[in-house]
């Protein structure tokens, strides 16, 4: 588990901006209709008069040639409610991006602000070239929108409050949450657009995975459009079950073609009409509803035999999608990337044996008429002779399906579809491991073969590990993992869903017993054997219904200590200095002995134990309008097999009485920020901003 030292911090890439004049009306906005009185009125008048006054001569910067990015993400919505790769996802792609010369900020936790988006849209979201929010997804048709941090009173962004995107610097916008871009609410946001590119989502549900970072590493080092590199990294990261749809809405068909600022062609900002387009791509659309016999007390385990790549094999496996060229290698996290690439494709390979092959000039891009498809059962024969010809039949896989990448355009105002296009076919392969009869379905163990016009293979996907029995385990009943998810929420998921529906009710709908297959851009010493819990979560007074899979951790070897903070209480508050008791406890599972280090995102590592008293804790840093952003502390309890696990409470330290009365802004990294010091103006700016003049 992770336990990112920083992880709440405002972090600050670059701060070369100015102070915006225009940030005054901002606060008019935001207090328009409590400001009727003729009094405030007037106080209104003299701070903007003052301000304009304090800001003269600073001139307004014009950064539309610079390349810049900007993160939002949360991880911590509560301690059942928590995420551990949003920070990789929204401030991966920041990072990656910066490594190539991009400046950029992101905000983490309660530093991410829904208003960035809306009435400050102009210094941050609408300032940089591209910008990502990762985090919950709040499901309320036809506004379904990003969940931010529960402290903010307005924490769900709607396509309804942000009306111009783009109309500054915006080029792309990526939503990393669930149903942002669903049937009933993508219409609305493709309303929002006012020169923004693209908009890239979810039609459907998506989990918690660093899909931001893999999807700047597809356009940074593989050189994939923005668009196809969105489709890709949900590929590679997104577990393969039920449905997952991703989603790009762009302006005009042309926009599906751009790429990143300095990485290849990008369109000119497109006029604004009342038509959009739109691109569907099914990443996953396996049913893993298998039931085996679900009492039965141990599961056959199977080891993972490592693949061994080679740039022969990789030069070898291009030239049978007829790529020719050298093979060059990159490295990610430690993890080694072979590549070939010519005029027309690119094949990838990981150490691992992840194989993917992308037609550059055909997969995912812009169409103006319908392709001459196969027949789905020609699409189906095709399929086959690609994995005979490769080598790579598996002898325990199966055709499962077939599946349709679609191009379509819209109404903005009804959403009703004018046109639409298949663009390509996907054949599906899936995997059972057959064991004494019994059939063990194997999650993330997939093959796609994707047939486009006139029967090309124009893309492939194999993620696929080669295995080998080395004997049993046991594993807990399926109603204890059923408790363990009831009680630790994502925490006990292999992988965290990322939605919220507010007033639902969990329903469980089937449970299976099979394995779950990390990534294959990753190592994995043995399948993950774990009950996939079929759920919906259901709000009967809106009649919505979310379905997913919750993948729990079947037997015991593979469930990390369950770790509870005792002391003190989530979203405690305490004086300066004075000393704070912290305890926690192994509740269940987990080899002793056990170590426990404590860490707060603000002063990083604590102490070492169960329990510690700490007194010198920093102030609670103040963020805009005064707010006091609490330490995230955070419990690693790591057993003797080197599993580790992490619970959360939120505390706030009070600042130290301050000896005189100021106003201190201070706007996120990679902005600006107001210091206005005691007098007419601070005064005024005071009680205006809370409301009591």
């Known amino acids: 588990m992770k336990h990112g030292v920083n992880s709440g911090i405002r972090h600050k890439i670059h701060s070369n901006r100015k102070v915006h004049k225009h940030k005054v009306l901002e606060v008019h906005r935001h207090f328009q209709g409590k400001c009727g009185d003729t009094m405030r009125s007037i106080l209104f008048f003299l701070l903007v008069v003052l301000v304009v006054q304090n800001c003269a001569g600073q001139q307004i910067l014009d950064d539309d040639k610079k390349h810049e990015a900007g993160a939002e993400w949360v991880n911590h919505y509560g301690r059942k409610d928590r995420f551990e790769y949003c920070d990789d996802s929204g401030g991966g792609l920041v990072r990656k991006l910066v490594s190539i010369g991009w400046t950029g900020w992101e905000f983490g936790n309660s530093s991410a602000w829904e208003c960035d988006f809306t009435t400050c849209q102009d210094d941050y979201a609408d300032d940089v070239d591209i910008v990502i929010f990762s985090g919950h997804g709040r499901k309320l048709e036809p506004i379904n929108g990003p969940l931010f941090s529960v402290f903010m009173l307005s924490d769900h962004l709607t396509p309804l ?38 908009i890239l989502g979810f039609k459907t549900k998506c989990y918690d995975v660093p899909l931001g970072k893999t999807f700047a590493e597809k356009m940074i080092h593989e050189g994939l459009t923005v668009m196809a590199a969105w489709f890709t990294a949900a590929d590679c990261e997104e577990p393969k079950n039920k449905e997952i749809v991703a989603r790009v809405i762009g302006e005009t068909a042309q926009m599906g073609s751009d790429y990143l600022w300095g990485l290849g062609n990008v369109s000119p900002d497109p006029t604004v009409d009342s038509w959009f387009y739109y691109w569907d791509h099914v990443v996953s659309c396996i049913d893993y509803s298998n039931p085996v016999d679900r009492n039965q007390g141990e599961i056959p385990l199977f080891k993972v035999i490592p693949k061994e790549i080679t740039k022969d094999y990789v030069k070898w496996i291009g030239k049978k999608f007829c790529i020719r060229g050298e ?37 995912w891009m812009p169409l103006e008429s319908q392709p001459r498809l196969p027949t789905e059962f020609k699409a189906k024969e095709i399929a086959k002779r690609v994995l005979k010809w490769t080598r790579l039949t598996p002898d325990d896989g199966s055709l499962y399906k077939v599946c349709t990448d679609t191009q379509a355009k819209a109404d903005k105002m009804t959403g009703e579809v004018i046109e639409q296009i298949d663009m390509n076919y996907q054949v599906i392969f899936n995997r059972e491991i057959d064991y004494e009869g019994v059939m063990y379905p194997v999650v993330n163990s997939i093959i796609k073969v994707y047939i486009g016009e006139c029967g090309r293979t124009t893309g492939f996907f194999y993620s696929w590990r080669d295995v080998e029995l080395v004997g049993t385990i046991p594993v807990i009943s399926p109603d204890e993992a059923l408790d363990l998810f009831l009680e630790q929420g994502n925490q006990a998921a292999v992988v965290g869903l990322k939605c919220e529906c507010e007033e639902c009710e969990l329903v469980i709908e089937d449970i299976s017993l099979g394995y779950y297959q ?21 709000n009967q ?10 993948m729990v951790p079947a037997a015991p070897e593979f469930i990390p200590p369950i770790v509870r903070i005792t002391s003190p209480e989530d979203d405690s508050v305490f004086r300066h200095g004075e000393p704070i008791a912290f305890a926690g406890e192994v509740v269940a599972f987990g080899e002793p002995p056990f170590s426990f280090e404590w860490y707060s995102d603000i002063d990083g590592h604590l102490e070492s134990g169960p329990s510690i008293v700490v007194s010198d804790l920093s102030p609670s840093p103040k963020e805009r309008e005064e707010v006091l952003r609490p330490h995230i502390i955070s419990l690693v309890v790591t057993d003797s097999a080197g599993r580790s696990n992490t619970d959360f409470v939120r505390i706030t330290i009070k600042q130290p009485e301050e000896s005189s009365p100021s ?31």
């Open 518 to 538: 990390t990534n294959t851009s990753e190592s994995q010493d043995y399948l993950v054997p774990v009950y996939i819990l079929d759920v919906a979560y259901v």
């Open 161 to 198: 409050s942000c009306r111009t995107l783009g109309n500054k610097d915006l080029e792309w916008m990526a939503l990393d949450c669930c149903d942002a871009l669903s049937n009933g609410s993508f219409q609305n946001w493709a309303s929002s657009m006012h020169g923004l590119h693209l």
């Open 541 to 550: 007074e809106e009649k919505e219904k979310i379905e997913a899979e919750i």
């Open 327 to 363: 093979v060059h290698t990159y490295e990610i996290d430690g993890i080694v990337y072979y590549v070939v690439r010519d005029e027309d494709g690119i094949m990838t390979v990981s150490e691992h044996g992840e194989i993917r092959f992308i037609d550059l000039t055909r997969l």
């Open 663 to 693: 106003m201190h802004m201070e706007e996120p990294a990679g902005s600006y920020s107001i210091l206005v010091n005691t007098g007419i103006l601070g005064v005024l700016g005071f009680f205006l901003l809370r409301g009591k003049l």
